[in-house]
């Protein structure tokens, strides 16, 4: 007697990793193209302000050339059906989602300021207000499309189910990913890449770094970015291997720099800061002008960013509480 047909577990997604890796590629692309643009804007405002200094631009062409070769490697791997790009990808896409809803909120309530400020700046007259709504809904769309709409197709595509099942069938030997919870990858991935970032800050702004109410300089500042470069690296290290110090170490760095903001944006402004920083001083007069934020509002700032890191933290805090560190099985890349 021939079996019932028995349909299958899961519906299969490869066309839809292929696509939507194709989409990766495409945004690694566009990253790697954001690195001459954003020489050519060092060049143009060096025009403006009369001096050259592409150190300053290190730390944002080191980010770009990061995310570029992230996303291409992820679409790559997305083609090939691999676990941990699928893994990685998910938790890329759900840390660029929430940074981008936060943005636009933060866009959407201070936005009319930044346009007054800019009139203010140039010398004229404020927009009409239907020259700002349209402006408003123009920037707001475009941001929506990018910090919204995009990250939240990678989330909900990636994170579906039978896009899960369909890896764990074209890949099924165990990958790196494999060995920790995707929401404490999240923190270690995110970690190691705010180190390497970080090691470019000696060369970029002269060692400059707010610390308890002065900005250290020079070879003593250098070493504070450099310590804090290292501790992050190690804390992404026990992070994904979930050992308590790692959470522990990014627990009390966000404490340590949250108080330390406080104390150093309630006494020194932020011209201060970017003249400890080498900028030239024409730049800085520019910044100025475009400045809506004032010390106190800093502060605040600071405080409201940290608190939902804080709680995520603590959320993820019950994956080290096992009384021995689990070891990762050893995994294949």
Known sequence: MEAPYAPPAYKDRRTGLIIFGIALIALGGLFLLFVPLAAVGQLMAAKVTGASNFRMVLPTLLMYCLLGALFVTLGIGSIKGRRWSRAVTLVTSWAWLLVGAASLVMFIWLGPAMLKAIAQAEGGQALPPSAQAIFMVIMVGFLGLFFIIIPGALVLFYGSAHVKATVEAMDPQPRWTDACPLPVLAVSLLAAFSAVTLLTMPVA????????????????????WLALAALLGYAAWNLYHLRPSGWWIVMALLAFLTISNILT?????????????????????????????????????????????????????????????????????
Request: aromatic letters at 14%.
């Open 205 to 224: 702004y002269n060692g400059a770094i707010p610390m308890f109410g002065v900005i250290l300089t020079g070879f003593v500042g250098s070493l504070v």
């Open 265 to 333: 944006f309630s006494r020194v402004d932020l011209s201060t800061l970017y003249r400890h920083m080498g900028y030239p001083e024409a730049q800085i007069q520019q910044i100025e002008k475009f400045n809506i934020f004032t010390p106190t509002q800093i502060v605040i700032w600071s405080v409201v960013c940290m608190v939902p890191i804080i709680g995520y933290l603590i959320f993820i805090k019950k994956y080290f509480r096992r009384p021995t560190a689990v070891q990762p099985t050893p995994v294949t890349a």
